[in-house]
């Protein structure tokens, strides 16, 4: 049996960008837009309706295709590499929002319209924990997406998702949410937070692109799919509306997310305490089994919250307030949720006691 993937969406020529469920997985001048819902009826409300031409009509003018080239390094030296994806014009003055994996470290950006202009892009902000980011391109009659939000959207509800798969700009494909809250590690330090799931046709392309209810309202970013072989086997995963919306203002305003930090660097090695070898070491040094469950601490940050409490590097950190750490992904979980100026209880192992502290997290741009 194939193994089954999570792929992140945007293609890649020459091949996709996967990565397996069991991995770990500066200021700007500002734009601000003011957020009007009000001409969007929620799917929920309405009937069924009998085609989808009018959420066609409302949507597709504002989502972008996205062509990058990035210059990476094989056995020839610096070559070039393009990439595809997908956008939503968010405001009138070219701020469009996409995924951070998108644009990934491309050197050169360029945003087809659906009217066929291509305007040159640069980036204004990316945040690979949430996997979003925002660029900005110089031109006029740009038509911002209507914005609907998340909070209410139901199983089984309409959904259309909109983009560039495989290279076929402003592709439309239509299907329903198929769960709701999907948490999905993304790389070593990203995740998918309650995802809205769908089965829609996502394909390579259409990261970044718009999922919208049956009026055409943006509801969500589309982002990854659960694959075998790279395509669309009917599981895609999109951002939130309502979770992407504040990170997107942090990108606009100051080119950069903000996330609540302990101040440590965790082991890269997920799973690192099964191993005996491993353990041993600890009872070599320390005199201590260690826990069979946990974060490793490689190194702590000087003057930072977790310094200040007294961890040393090789702890192991068990818990964060009641949520105990069984995997890489509930350290990763935890964290991508909590802001600066937010207290949480440590509970970690140090030298063969368990000890607990209250920190207060500082900003990650501050360490």
Known sequence: MKKVLL???AAVVGGVMALQLDRVLRPQQSTVRVIDRTPVTMASTLETPKDFTEAAKRILPSVVSIDTVSTVMDFFGPTERGGKGSGIIYSAEGVIITNAHVVGDATTITVHLADGRSLPAIVKGKDPISDLAVLKVEGDKLQPAFLGTSKSLKVGQWVIAVGNPLGQDHTLSVGVVSSLGRDLPTNREGVLLNAIQTDAAINPGNSGGALTDA???VVGINSAILSQD????GIGFAIPIDRALP????????GRASYGVLGVDILGQPG???FPGFRQRFVNQYGAEPP???EVVREIAPGSPADKVGMQQFDIITKLDDVELKERFDYVKF?????????????????????????????????
Not at 346 to 357: A, C, D, E, L, N
């Open 7 to 9: 792929v992140l969406v």
């Open 215 to 217: 009026q055409g309202a």
């Open 230 to 233: 790279g395509g669309s086997i």
């Open 247 to 254: 990170i997107i203002e942090d990108l606009i305003k100051n």
């Open 272 to 274: 690192a305490l099964k």
């Open 292 to 294: 069979q469950d946990g």
């Open 335 to 367: 964290m991508a949720e909590r802001r600066p100026g937010e207290k949480v209880r440590v509970t970690f192992w140090s030298r063969g006691k368990i000890q607990s502290k209250e920190l207060t997290l500082v900003d990650i741009n501050e360490i």
